[in-house]
């Protein structure tokens, strides 16, 4: 038997890498993180891959300012509730703002960023967060 490193496998995960959700091909309504079948058409429905857009708003969101072991360099941060142009709302971490200036109803984009790293094995894990969009800021 061959054996892989982590990170071949952690690879294979396309949607860590790309913001790949699914549609339903009978209401056209999107999800992220994937789903295998549809919430609302159940067994009529049929789903798909998506890549959706990774442009969005920022529905709702919190300061992270005493955060949990690991994180407290990145202190303070902002996860949100980004809700996409494609209709769905997905749960990330808003970077390259300050957290004070950040508000509801923010554009943002997607960028790939550091989540975290392994101390104990130096694996780097990589994905995706969210950036304000400054082309479609006021």
């Not at 969210?130 to 082309?135: A, E, N, V």
Request: hydrophobic share 35%.
């Amino acid at each position: 038997m061959q054996e892989y490193a982590v990170p071949f496998h952690w690879r294979k995960f396309k949607e860590r890498y790309n913001l790949i959700g699914s549609r339903c091909t009978h209401c056209g309504k999107p999800f992220y993180p994937k789903r295998s079948i549809c919430p609302s058409c159940r067994r009529a429905g049929k789903m798909e891959d998506a890549k959706l857009s990774g442009k969005g708003k920022i529905f709702s969101y919190t300061v992270i300012r005493v955060p949990p072991s690991g994180f407290k360099i990145y202190a303070p941060y902002v996860v949100a509730i980004i809700e996409l142009d494609d209709g769905c709302k997905l749960v990330s971490q808003v970077v390259d703002v300050d957290p004070e200036k950040v508000e509801i109803g923010m554009a943002v984009k997607t960028c790939f960023r550091k989540i975290r790293e392994d101390n104990s094995s130096g694996l780097i894990l990589y994905g995706f967060k969210f950036k304000p969009d400054i082309g479609k800021m006021a």
